[in-house]
């Protein structure tokens, strides 16, 4: 597509510069050599125009559409109405100065409806929240309707940390219909996971291939719309400092599995969804009394224990188990803890 641009600007540039030539032709007959001249004349404009038309052509547009696409429903929906609206009072305004004299009745309506255009575009864009609010009380939308558009509702949006990539659950989250929200990953977090994925370290490496594996599933077969964004805000120096300020700025939430993130989030009061604590939330719940049948792996930290783990991945300290290591045995719980790592039970032997 730029090489096509590139061609067409040359040939737009050899045009202007022959174009000239020929209005011109006695300019370059007072020089020493008139054919050289000319030659090198035409050759500056096709390089002007083969270089100058992609900036101004595919690159702008280019910006718009990756512009638009970042904007939410909400957004797009008021700055048309407000160009709309901008353009119609620029209208009433240039038909009384288009009889002025020239050159004011020719420049003074084109200035008119460029500044009420794009004025009107940015207000209502900003006020966007107040013109639904006053939309909803004049009984024109329905209440909730404007939240139900709008992409910066931490109900739409999710920031997604690279921790929650790489672990792989999050596409069986998806799958099961329990996400549906817009998932938003900004650009710094995929080169962050791009770093790890060409990691000299063969776990490191192997992990971080497997996170831009999931993201591309997610991408092309997810039910949830993945959103990759240029937003990288200029306040935060580290990836997490930029994962909250990004999701202050949305209104969203974020995904992640990393503890420390999740508590600067929390004290910045965003919304945060850990998979960890999901995970935990969904294992079965256990009470002193109940029976279990475990495998001791191995022995524990305090001497006479032995550990074992459920299905799920729970550990279960067996109190007298250091004896019974490679022994599969009924268990009685006898109390279980919730800590932040996860959920620990410990148990004695079942009485015969």
């Not at 020089?31 to 096709?46: R, S």
């Not at 909730?144 to 792989?168: F, L, P």
């Not at 710094?188 to 000299?200: G, K, P, W």
Request: aromatic share 4%; hydrophobic share 45%.
């Amino acid at each position: 597509m730029i090489r096509i641009i590139r061609l067409l600007g040359g040939a737009t540039g050899a045009l202007i510069g022959a174009g000239f030539v020929l209005a011109e032709e006695t300019l370059f007959d007072k020089t020493g050599a008139p054919a050289l001249l000319i030659l090198i004349w035409v050759a500056a404009w096709v390089t002007v125009g083969a270089l100058l038309l992609p900036y101004l052509t595919v690159v702008p547009t280019r910006q718009l559409i990756r512009g638009v696409q970042s904007m939410s429903t909400a957004e797009f929906v008021a700055a048309v109405a407000g160009l709309l609206i901008g353009l119609l009072i620029a209208l009433l305004l240039g038909l009384p100065l288009s009889v002025l004299p020239d050159p004011y009745g020719r420049f003074l309506p084109i200035g008119v409806s460029i500044c009420f255009g794009l004025g009107m575009l940015g207000l209502t864009v900003a006020k966007r929240e107040d013109l639904v609010a006053a939309a909803e009380a004049a009984g024109l939308v329905r209440k909730g309707d404007g939240q139900a558009q709008s992409g910066h509702g931490n109900e739409t949006q999710v920031v997604v940390d690279t921790s929650a990539i790489i672990d792989g659950r999050i596409a069986d989250i998806v799958d099961s219909g329990f996400l549906y929200h817009r998932l938003v990953v900004p650009h710094f977090v995929l080169d962050e996971l791009q770093r790890i994925a060409d990691s000299s370290d063969t776990q490191r490496r192997g992990r971080g291939r497997r996170g831009l594996e999931i993201l591309t599933r997610l991408q092309k077969d997810g039910p949830t719309p993945v959103e990759i964004v240029d937003d990288d805000p200029a306040e935060a120096g580290d990836v997490d400092g930029k994962l909250v300020a990004l999701a202050r700025a949305r209104g969203a939430a974020i995904l992640t599995n990393d503890f420390n993130l999740n508590r600067v989030a929390d004290l910045q009061s965003i919304r945060v969804l850990n998979v960890n604590s999901l995970a935990n939330a969904l294992k079965p719940a256990l009470l002193p009394g109940d029976t279990l049948r475990i495998k001791v792996i191995t022995e524990g930290k305090e001497p006479g224990q032995g550990v074992g783990y459920l299905d799920d991945g729970t550990m279960v300290v067996v109190e007298g188990g250091s004896r019974l290591v490679d022994h599969e045995l009924d268990v009685l719980v006898t109390r279980v803890l919730q800590t932040v790592m996860g959920r620990m039970v410990f148990a004695q032997a079942h009485p015969e």
